[in-house]
């Protein structure tokens, strides 16, 4: 990412004009903010945008222009309201004229972005005393602006939203582009639970259900897991449709144009319900993971939808906008200068480019490095995690929390760390209760510092498991607070994970955990996994969410609405009082009601627990189907940001397949690692460490997939062609020969690990050899940072390999030859004669070639060049 360096200019005319323009000095970006003649321009070289808004008196809020990078513009010539809501009971819209510019502010942002911060205030009934302040949130290399709208009032006066025909009526941002005249619409969900499962079975549970025996392949229809939905609609004259995303893209034969919004939601009943309409308690249920209770109300598939993007095809224009549908605010709720009102944060982003290729790139980019400021969430990290051996050892309660020791965990840390992982996570058994978030009295009587000690000798993080709303009846928190109990349609007590009451997040609960957080922070937790925030269907009144003069159903969908929001509001709580700690948010089953882009504003979603098979399955079935998440997010969300974990024994020959599936993403393990020996620990951590190498190198390449899950082949490219950088992890469903080819630039590549390899035609060519069904190889491809030294072919695999300005060291892991490319610059090569390594040196026009034979393996091969650089 480029450096931003800003100059800042302020200057005033005879009519009071505020100009304030931001340069970047280094490169040729610019990255701009002005505001003159009552026109606030703000932009970089790929687009500018211009917001009318009078300094002078009262006005409307007008976008005049949305411009490409030739200054050709994409918005219609037609004015759409900017946003439109229902105040003290009267439609107020942006178009009105009773705005008046007050100032701007700007921030520059830990991700290179700039803020602006737009300050408007009404100064006309009925709005007079009322201030909406606009984020603009803008980005180099991008068109994206990612946009918040906030209410307030500046003054001692109180406003009321209000609903509009008994609907809400909240519309923010809205736009007009420029019609063409073929247009699709195409909407991405990423919430659809189960869209695989096929015979469902509601008497057993999500983890039981093998209709065909759990080790055979039909049961990767049966993966436990959110999916994607693509929904593709021709867009004719007189369209009107409501999508409920959270991305939709518009496209066009010259344009795209991309919307997306924060929130989080599961997209339908699948997963919850048997059908569209149940009460009384119907559940499909995992008895220790869902909401147990009676609910006396119907649910819909329509509940889910909280938010929509909506789009209206006229005669010369298209409008698109995001609005408020269900739980968005409640009729007559207050606005004042203590209790602003927020939009969710939104995003917009175009281009001339209408390739599938480009709506990847502008969608990947937007999740990986604009929605989020917290560059800690964006590391490749490997984890290891208790809860797999747990499983194992424990095999049931109390038991799987009882070996939860300080002795116990001490051993799993040393093994964890000769695998080679960065973080550690204790999960459900190192509290005392849940709710009480303290190191549990009896099995770590010495608190966590042991804990802590043992991880930092090993340079390891420490991380926690909680169970964020759960709270255990038997504790004192509960008793005192029982007022945030949430009840079922009976009055009792709903049933969360492991059967525990749950608590009310929308009220003062949130302060209360957030506190329990930060002093876990203080103690060295640099990693939480929050599980278990389910759909619980709050109505209680008087808390946050509503007092009792509105109806129940009401209450419920403003706390439905708000969850996702107060636990991303608490994420960033956490990651702001702590900017190197990562939180990821468990949507392992249906009613997690974190699943969408809410969360990876400030970290990330660990997506699957289970999969085709139950726990303590070390076979290939369970790594197979989870890496149906990289398979289908692929080009979605990236790698990073989907966190799961694989058992690393090597019980059915499975280890190299379990862990080649946490290489191409997830990057986490479990299991009792009693159950490994040292040689296999070793041979994981080699390939973690080579994975830790390239990894950095391609966190903002979108990955290449070839094949479905269970295909041959199935192939993950994560490379950098211009880094000469990346990795190749290779499945297959057969026992099969595959030549794979990479694009990338030899000259630039210092060697391959783990593979045999040649470069031909200006290609990288890997001939994969998968000797039996469910075979995995790999591939990590090394830059040589120009320095001119290239090892170009290898007829055996590379298991080590360093340079050092011009000496370079390897180690192959079986006989075999390479040829190896020597820039002259860095000198004649050197090397000693060793007994089984014979070199022969030729000379081309500026360079050296090197054919080195290794004739018995494990024997290290040294090149210096002649010369010092």
């Not at 469903?733 to 031909?760: D, P, T």
Request: hydrophobic share 40%.
């Amino acid at each position: 990412m480029v450096s931003l360096r800003f100059k800042i200019i302020h200057r005033k005319s005879i009519a009071n004009t505020l100009i304030m323009t931001f340069l970047m000095l280094s490169g040729v970006l610019k990255c701009q903010v002005v505001y003159r003649d009552d026109v606030l321009s703000f932009g970089n070289d790929l687009f500018q945008r211009q917001i009318e808004i009078s300094q002078r008196g009262p006005g409307p809020i007008r976008i005049i222009n949305i411009l490409d990078s030739e200054g050709k513009k994409v918005n219609a010539d037609q004015q759409i309201p900017f946003f439109e809501f229902v105040v003290n009971s009267e439609k107020i819209s942006a178009l009105d004229k009773i705005w008046q510019y007050r100032k701007h502010e700007v921030r520059e942002m830990q991700n290179g972005g700039i803020e602006l911060k737009l300050i408007i205030e009404g100064v006309r009934k009925p709005v007079q005393g009322l201030q909406v302040i606009l984020y603009q949130q803008f980005f180099p290399n991008t068109t994206l602006v990612r946009e918040m709208l906030e209410l307030l009032s500046s003054r001692n006066k109180q406003f009321a939203l209000n609903k509009l025909k008994n609907k809400l009526y909240f519309k923010f941002p809205q736009y007009g582009i420029q019609h063409e005249d073929s247009i699709v619409s195409k909407e991405i969900r990423i919430a659809s639970w189960g869209m695989e499962i096929v015979n469902i079975n509601e008497e057993k549970s999500w983890d039981e259900r093998f209709p065909t025996g759990r080790f055979n392949d039909q049961n990767l229809a049966m993966n436990h897991m959110f999916h994607p939905c693509i929904i593709e609609r021709e867009l004719n004259s007189g369209s009107d449709l409501q999508v409920k995303g959270p991305l939709n893209i518009i496209k066009g034969i010259r344009l795209q144009w991309i919307t997306a919004y924060e929130h989080a939601s599961q997209d339908d009943l699948r997963g919850i319900f048997n059908d569209e309409k149940i009460g009384d308690g119907d559940l499909i249920l995992d008895a220790r993971q869902g909401t147990g209770g009676v609910f006396k109300f119907p649910v819909y598939s329509a509940d889910f939808r909280f938010l929509g993007i909506q789009i209206k095809r006229l005669d010369r224009y298209i409008e698109v906008g995001v609005q408020a549908i269900r739980g968005a605010y409640l009729d007559g709720e207050i606005i004042d200068k203590d209790h602003p009102y927020r939009s969710v944060w939104t995003a917009t982003v175009f281009s001339r480019d209408t390739s599938m290729t480009e709506s990847k790139t502008l969608i990947y980019d937007y999740l990986w490095r604009c929605i989020c400021e917290k560059p800690a969430t964006r590391q490749a990290e490997f984890y290891y995690n208790t809860w797999g051996m747990q499983r194992r050892i424990g095999g049931s309660f109390p038991k799987i929390r009882d070996i939860m020791t300080e002795k116990n965990i001490i051993s799993e840390i040393e093994r964890a760390a000769e695998m080679g992982v960065d973080i550690f996570v204790l999960d459900d058994g190192w509290e005392q209760a849940q709710g009480v978030w303290t190191p549990h009295n009896d099995r770590l009587p010495n608190g966590l510092a042991p804990i802590k000690a043992e991880l930092d000798k090993h340079g390891i993080k420490m991380g926690l498991w909680l169970s964020p709303m759960g709270i255990d009846s038997t504790t004192q928190r509960y008793k005192d607070h029982f007022e945030w109990v949430i009840k079922d349609s009976e009055g009792n007590p709903v049933a969360g994970q492991w059967g525990h009451p749950v608590f009310d997040f929308i009220s003062e609960f949130s302060d209360l955990f957030i506190n329990d957080c930060k002093k876990l922070i203080d103690a060295g937790a640099r990693f939480f996994k929050w599980d278990a925030i389910n759909t619980f269907y709050s109505s209680l009144p008087n808390l946050n969410h509503g007092t009792d003069k509105y109806p129940e159903d009401e209450i419920r969908a403003r706390y439905e609405y708000l969850l996702p929001i107060y636990v991303t509001y608490a994420m960033k709580e956490l990651t702001d009082y702590e900017p190197e700690l990562v939180i990821e948010v468990d949507i392992t089953e249906a009613r997690r009601v974190m699943t969408g882009l809410a969360p990876l504003s400030q970290g990330k979603l660990f997506w699957m627990n289970n999969g085709a098979s139950g726990y303590n399955d070390y076979s290939v079935y369970r790594a197979k189907s989870m890496r149906n998440i990289p398979n289908i997010y692929a080009g979605l969300i990236p790698f990073e940001l989907l966190t799961y974990a694989n058992y690393p024994q090597n019980a059915n020959k499975a280890q190299r397949y379990n862990v080649n599936t946490s290489l191409v993403a997830g990057h986490g393990f479990w299991g009792a690692l009693s159950e490994t020996n040292e040689k296999d620990r070793t041979r994981i951590r080699s390939s973690v460490l080579k994975s830790k190498i390239v990894l950095p190198f391609v966190k903002e390449i979108i990955p290449e997939v070839i094949g479905r899950i269970g295909s041959s082949p199935e192939i993950y490219t994560q490379v950098n062609p211009e880094k000469a950088a990346g990795q190749v992890i290779a499945f297959s469903g057969s026992a099969m020969e595959y030549q794979h080819k990479v694009s990338i630039e030899q000259s630039k590549v210092l060697g391959v690990l783990n593979h045999a390899y040649e470069f031909r035609d200006g290609q990288l060519i890997l001939d994969f050899q998968f000797p039996m069904a469910d075979a995995t190889r790999e591939a990590f491809i090394l830059p040589n940072n120009g320095n001119g030294i290239s090892i170009v072919s290898s007829t055996s695999w590379i298991d080590d390999l360093n340079i050092d300005k011009n000496r370079l060291t390897y180690v192959a892991g079986a006989t075999g030859q390479q040829v190896i490319q020597w820039d002259k610059k860095c000198g004649q090569p050197q090397w000693k004669e060793v007994r089984g390594i014979s070199i022969e040196l030729s000379e081309a026009e500026e360079k050296y070639i090197l054919k080195v034979t290794i004739k018995e393996t494990g024997l290290e091969v040294i090149i210096s060049g002649d010369i010092v650089n």
